[in-house]
T-cell receptor, first 114, second 115 residues
């Protein structure tokens, strides 16, 4: 199957700083990318959907100014957690779709805010 | 609107026993249905998918699922569990606009396999 690379896999940052997570589709063009957040032992909660070259669509309750999403090309989307706080600590997962019936997932990023 | 319900947050089986993970869906449009597996601290890997072709779908690692429209179900089965099958399993539904439609996930089922 297609490969989606997510980086970094783990990051620890200080409260108040910003963190950027990258999601790349390595061998296909991702017309749509999705960002999920997963709390321990829970399901994936969709945060936002991004289409290349346009603004992301955020799910209800997700702060767009706090979770900045950029989808500048067909192979790259980024999620920036701005002014991170301990409650933002979580597992973030991206997925990408494009020309296939299935979504391909990145490996996830474990964010810890201290 | 679409949703999936996974019955049973935890399922425990003995090695070699039948695995049955339940998933029921709700969809106002013809659904695409998926089963994903997640190992600790990793992303999701697709096990199998239903996209309106054959109702019995075979996936990787010996898993299969049957789409039953009358029961709005898409249960995941495997005849004989292996220790390596221990993981979190998610059922998901989307619309047929597969390039853009978002995946809606169930709450997940943790499968434990005992020797």
């Amino acid at each position: 199957g297609a490969v989606v690379s997510q980086h970094p896999s783990r990051v620890i940052c200080k409260s108040g700083t910003s963190v950027k997570i990258e999601c790349r589709s390595l061998d296909f063009q991702a017309t749509t990318m999705f960002w999920y957040r997963q709390f321990p032992k829970q399901s994936l909660m969709l945060m936002a959907t991004s289409n290349e070259g346009s603004k992301a669509t955020y799910e209800q309750g997700v702060e767009k100014d706090k979770f900045l999403i950029n989808h500048a090309s067909l192979t790259l989307s980024t999620l920036t957690v701005t002014s991170a706080h301990p409650e933002d600590s979580s597992f973030y997962i991206c997925s990408a779709r494009g020309g296939s019936t299935e979504a391909f997932f990145g490996q996830g990023t474990r964010l810890t805010v201290v | 609107a679409q949703s999936v319900t996974q019955l049973g947050s935890h399922v425990s089986v003995s090695e070699g026993a039948l695995v049955l993970l339940r998933c029921n869906y709700s969809s106002s449009v013809p659904p695409y249905l998926f089963w994903y597996v997640q190992y600790p601290n990793q992303g999701l890997q697709l096990l199998l998918k239903y996209t309106s072709a054959a109702t019995l779908v075979k996936g990787i690692n010996g898993f299969e699922a049957e789409f039953k429209k009358s029961e709005t179900s898409f249960h995941l089965t495997k005849p004989s569990a292996h220790m390596s099958d221990a993981a979190e399993y998610f059922c998901a539904v989307s619309g047929a606009r597969y390039n853009t439609d978002k995946l809606i996930f169930g709450t997940g089922t943790r499968l434990q396999v005992f020797p």
